[in-house]
């Protein structure tokens, strides 16, 4: 870590002594909380793509722009992986695993989905991989640019549409392969968690089971409290070490004090080792936050590199990091170490620039700015994050700043209900799992609770986002080794009761 | 009736023996066949709808156009009758009941759907009957003009929109009556079964159960035989004549022939009492088709006044006067002489017009051109229609003539269902009553046979286009009330199950 020059180290002291830690409001909005991805996550290149030890087809297939109405609009290419290197084929009504694609390129959740490929020759199965439209490939208009132009070529980019992709996409593949027989197990993480529950409910025909990773479905209206997330994330800091919980949270104002001097914002743009200016130190606290917020999401046991490369119990390594720092170090040097852990942990970065997307367009901001309407709030009692409210009308204002679009906040829960969801989920569903990992700011919208016989939730204290979706490892704790094998065994049972009841079926009648 | 012409006569009765029963291949398409709703049926004036014995509110509330984007389009105004006289409130719990309107006026349901205005105070529920979208009042652009100018704006009339609009009005008018605990009972006859029938599908979450009467859900693709329809409507008439059936057997023959010579048509239209000149022999054919597919539908035990005001049992009276003629009356004569219990019971009708929508542009033609894609067909062995087989590329033709739209002739099931349906429906579904007479040509494509403890079919011998929905009368048969008792008895159950589950809820929690 590069030093400080003497005098920026007297500012920082001063302001340490002088700043009240309550002096401003900060002005925030759940619009610069983090979304499932991240947004400097490195998408897969070629390389990347070819590094995958899973064999698959890229395929094409054409859709509806609009599968709700018949206004005559251009079609376009959604794009799927399959394989059926293992498939056993609809003779022996072979299941069809079916990964409900979220917000990014289908290759890069082929590639962090190594349950479903290691899965399916134990099942003799059928891998299927498709992309969620407007991401990777699978672009409307012919090109990221012109789908992503405006709000009337994003119009389109919504969760029902998505749905009737792969309802279509099931048929079609399930007639062309005569498998119309073969049972479909649908698989998806985080939003595609979202989508595979949403699936079983409207389109119950096309699949027999879901296995829902890191789904909050419940983190819509009033369902849950809109604190959930930021004091899960902070708690997960606490439980390491409460002088590290308490550094990030008397920071905000240190830096928020510094960005109102002359010189603050330079200050804080060498202190954190930023490629250009800071313009703002909201960039930076945005800039943190994403980060803290990630580390509670990727807080794996092991090392992995799903979002970014991170160690084993990342955020253990953050706050060792910053505590063990020499007494008398300033707080926003503590900061940037630890935050170094996550932003930079192979070491080969040597500036960081804050915003990779200088458009703004991005495909999840868009969902968010019309249907994924999530209140967020940081309670200034739980929270290591500055105190703030859910404000609806600042994100209805960003939203129609940014695309003319007009959120509808009480629209998801009106499709997909949630509201009650014991009652409702209990009466008309079945076959879903739950997995969720408490580390997980999300968990606190999941469903953390068995719901009936056949929906049913695994929980785990020590899991973070979806680690249960990825291949296994030579470092799995027993949990998670645990966790997978109950998942098996549930996936078992929705297909041996299936090919129970197609065998009944499929009895000659004695009599009628 | 006129007597005809002596060289009239010599002419039918030379055809009678001149012309081979085949000598011609009728070119016939599903698109000739009858929908649910009869054009000819007189929609409510503001007369009849002052003349119900009902009491509502009539009520307007602003729906997006297309639920499922973020297109830019101007929202609508939806019509809807409210009740809430006999309803007892939130506090009590009491109940939401709901038609869901189909292809019509929505005046015109709530006069022909007594059950549910009787059933209100019984329950102490609150009664409403939203419009579908494109019909009565509820039309998008601002009139029927705009609103059925062209494909671009009719886009939107669609199953899955008029869908949202109930899940939105629903979720709307609870959270405004705080009535989110009350449960939501859904009534459906015809297509607005169909529709009932799929909210339970696809908005569980909004209902409790519905009553969906004569809902042919599985008359599409190749679920059911297309030649159902027919072949019930056959049936019916074999069933009180074979000499009547017979006849009609006989006719299509001698009206195409005579369609094809010189003076023909001219004699046609005299015959049948037209008000303007026949301009083709099949004008005539579809229009006696869709007399003995009405009548077949409207056979009900007493007379009745849904799709015209007719006798009890009026496929027995038309066999009657058409048998019950002199020997040697030509079979035009017959024909006629029959058809007019359908189109002029009353007497009242000088002559008829053959098409009294000459714009061809009605909602259902629309509908039957894009997704309610239904096959038809007529058997040769067993039918008294002219035999054809289903024919997809000519009604693709037709529509692409019509409206430059191309039909999804497997997008219904996609996203409903349908093949399967006892495993699709028994493992998901829950608290639906099928109710089907099987006079009713439409209960071939509807379900039967019960599917699960909460999913039953009602099903009466003689029992035709959902009756029950009718209000009771002195006239009704034995069957007839004990089939009204048996849907009270098992909304009753839904209801009180659902009360039994709430009151669970409502205890405080003992402990944690």
Redesign the interface.
């Known amino acids: 870590m590069a030093s400080l020059p003497p005098i920026t180290l007297c500012l920082l002291l001063l302001l340490l002594f002088v700043a009240p830690p309550t002096a401003y409001s900060l002005q925030r909005s759940s619009r610069s909380v983090p979304a499932f991805l991240n947004k400097f996550l490195r998408l897969p290149s070629k390389a990347v793509g070819g590094a995958t030890p899973y064999k698959y087809e890229i395929r094409y297939f054409q859709q509806r722009l ?7 609009l251009p079609p376009f290419r959604q794009r799927y992986l399959i394989s059926t290197e293992h498939w056993e084929g609809p003779s022996r009504l072979a299941p069809i695993f079916f990964y409900c694609g979220n917000e990014g390129d289908i290759e890069w959740f082929a590639a962090n989905t190594g349950l479903v490929w290691e899965l399916a020759p134990r099942f003799g199965a059928m891998v299927i991989f498709p992309e969620h439209r407007y991401y990777g490939e699978s672009m409307p208009f012919g090109s990221r640019e012109e789908a992503y132009k405006n ?2 070529t ?3 980019l ?1 969760s ?2 998505a749905l ?1 992709d792969f ?2 996409l099931i ?1 079609e593949l399930k007639r062309n392969a005569s498998a ?1 027989s073969c049972p479909v197990i649908l698989f998806g993480g985080s939003y595609g968690g979202m989508l595979a529950t949403w699936m079983r ?6 699949s027999i089971g879901a296995l829902a990773a890191s789904a909050p479905i419940l983190q819509f209206e009033n369902i849950v409290s809109p604190d959930t997330f930021y004091n899960i994330v902070s708690n997960n800091f606490r439980r390491e070490s409460v002088s590290c919980f308490n550094t990030i949270r008397e920071s905000w104002d240190v830096i928020m004090s510094l960005g109102m001097t002359n010189t603050g914002l330079s200050l804080l743009s060498k202190t954190f080792h930023l490629c250009g200016e800071l313009k703002s130190a909201e960039d930076l606290s945005n800039w943190l936050d994403s980060a803290y917020s990630y580390l509670a999401m990727a807080d794996y046991p092991y090392p992995a590199d799903f979002l970014m490369p991170l160690p084993g119990n990342p955020i253990k390594e953050v706050c060792r990091r910053m505590d063990s720092l020499p007494n008398g170090t300033n707080i926003l040097q503590r900061i940037f170490e630890g935050i170094s852990v996550y932003y930079n942990y192979t070491g080969t970065v040597n500036c960081f620039s804050l915003d990779d997307d200088p458009h703004g367009m991005s495909g999840w901001d868009w969902q968010a700015c ?1 249907e994924m309407i999530m209140p967020m709030a940081s309670n200034k009692n739980t929270s290591m994050f500055p105190a703030f409210e859910y404000d609806y009308k600042s994100d209805e204002e960003y939203c129609y700043k940014s695309y ?2 007009t959120p509808r906040p ?2 998801i ?8 969801i014991k ?2 989920l209990g ?4 076959n879903i799992i739950f997995s969720n990992g408490l580390l997980d700011p999300w968990s606190g919208g999941s469903v953390l609770e068995n719901i009936s016989d056949t929906i049913v939730a695994l929980v785990t204290e020590r899991g973070a986002h979806h680690l249960d979706l990825r291949a296994a490892t030579a470092e799995d704790p027993d949990w998670l080794v645990d966790q997978r094998a109950s998942e098996v065994k549930l996936i078992e049972g929705w297909l041996n009761r299936y090919l129970e ?1 197609k065998r009944v ?1 499929f009895l000659p009648l004695q009599s009628v």
């Not at 609009?66 to 005559?72: C, I, L, T, V």
């Not at 409910?201 to 096309?206: N, V």
């Not at 829960?413 to 949630?418: A, L």
Request: charge should be negative; avoid cysteine.
């Open positions: 609009d599968h709700f109405s018949f206004a005559d709000a009337s994003l119009a389109y919504t029902e549409q009737a309802a279509v048929t119309q409910l409207k389109y119950p025909h096309l019309t003319h679009v009480t629209w829960t009106t499709e997909f209900g949630g509201h009650d009652t409702a009466t008309f569903g079945s009841s079926n």
